[in-house]
C-alpha cells in the first residue's frame, strides 16, 4: 500500500484537532485493517467534545476519499445501548452486523451482490460509543444486561467466523441469504466517556500518593504564577481501574490499547474555533454574509473565547458553543440596526468586530 501510518495520521490529523497521539495509534489501526494484517482493536476514553466522533467520522471519510479502500468503506456506527432491548435482551450480533448490512447495502445500491455484501462487510470498520455505558456493575450492582453485551462482543471480536442469517432483496422479494463472515477482518473502535473514571481514579491516587502529587506550578489567563492541582487521567490510569469501573478483563483484552484522549487546551479549543473551514467561527461569518456584513473578531477576543470554553472541560469542545452563543447571539437577530456596525457608504455592505471588551460583557 502506498499510504503508510504517518501518511495516514497526516490525513486524520486534518479534521481532528488536539489528538494527536491518539491518532498515531489510529493510524496504525487503520494501516493493519487496510493491509489485512491482524487489527489492532482500539478503546478510545475521553470527556464529551473531546472528538471520539470526529475520529469515527474522520476514519470514514478517509475510506470513502481514497478509491483503493473500497472494500474497507463500511463504517458503521453505534450507541453501546442499542446491543440490548427494550427488555434487556442482548441482540449485539444481530444488531451490530444489520448494522453493517445496512450500511454495505446503502454504498453499494444497485450494484448489491452477496459476494460485494459479504466483502464490504468482512472488511468494515465497527465503531461503538458509550460502551461504558455497558458497565458489568451499576451503582456497584452486578448489570446482567452489561455483562451479556460485553460477553456477546467478546464473542464477535474471537477472530472466528460467524455465521449470518439475513434476507436480501433479489427480483422484487426478500430472499433468505446466509453469509459466513471472517471477523479476523473487521477493525473494531469503543469509546465512552467514563464519567467516573476520573474521580475514581484521582481518589486512589491522592490516597496512594498524597496532595504533593497532585499539585503543580501554573500561570492563569492573565499570566500570574501560583500552585494549583493539575491532575491527567492518562498518566495515571490502569487496567485495573477499569476493571474496578465496570469492564471485564476478557473483554478489554481484545483491545491493544486503550487511548485517553487529551483534554483541549485554550490554544487546541482556539484552532477549533476558528481554524477549519467548517469551524464555529466561519460558519457564523457565513450567516452575516447572508445579510452583507463582515464579520471579525479579534485576536484576543478569540482567545478570551477559547479561554472561558476551556474551564468547562468535562464537555471539551462543544463548551465553545455555549461560550461564543452568548457573545454573538445578540447581534444574530437584527445585525442591520446594531450600533456596533461600520459602513463605509450608508447603503453598502457593512462590517462588524467582535473584541476583547464585547466577549467580557457578555461572559459577565
Known sequence: MSLQPKDLYGVLRKSVIGQDEALRYVAVAIF?????????????????????????RAMEQLYLAN????????????????LASEEGEVISGKQLFKTVQD????????????????????????CIDEVDKVSATVGGRPSPTG???QQSLLTLMEDEVVTYETQVLDGGSYQPLTIELDTRKLLFLCAGAYEELYDQVYARVFEEKGQEELTEMVSDFDGNVGFSQVFSL?????????FKYGMMPQFLSRFDHTLVLSELSPSVLQTI?????DSLLETSKRFFARMQIDLHV?????????????????V?????????????????FDPAHEDRLERAEPDGPASLTITEEIVEAALG
Open 32 to 56: 493493519k485493517h487496510l493491509c489485512g494484517e491482524p487489527v489492532g482493536n482500539l478503546m478510545l476514553i475521553g470527556n464529551s467534545g473531546t472528538g471520539k466522533t470526529t475520529i469515527m
Open 67 to 82: 478509491p483503493s479502500f473500497q472494500k474497507h468503506r463500511v463504517v458503521a456506527r453505534m450507541n453501546a445501548n442499542t
Open 103 to 126: 450500511r454495505a447495502l446503502q454504498l453499494l445500491g444497485k450494484e448489491a451482490t452477496p459476494e460485494k455484501l459479504q466483502l464490504l462487510m468482512e472488511h468494515a470498520t465497527i
Open 147 to 149: 455483562i451479556h453485551i
Open 234 to 242: 492518562s498518566d495515571h490510569l490502569r487496567q485495573e481501574d477499569l
Open 273 to 277: 474555533f476558528c481554524g477549519t473551514s
Open 298 to 314: 479579534t485576536e484576543d477576543a478569540r482567545k478570551l473565547i477559547a479561554h472561558n470554553a476551556s474551564l468547562s472541560s468535562r
Open 316 to 332: 471539551g469542545a462543544r463548551a465553545l458553543k455555549e461560550v461564543y452563543g452568548h457573545v454573538i447571539k445578540p447581534f444574530e
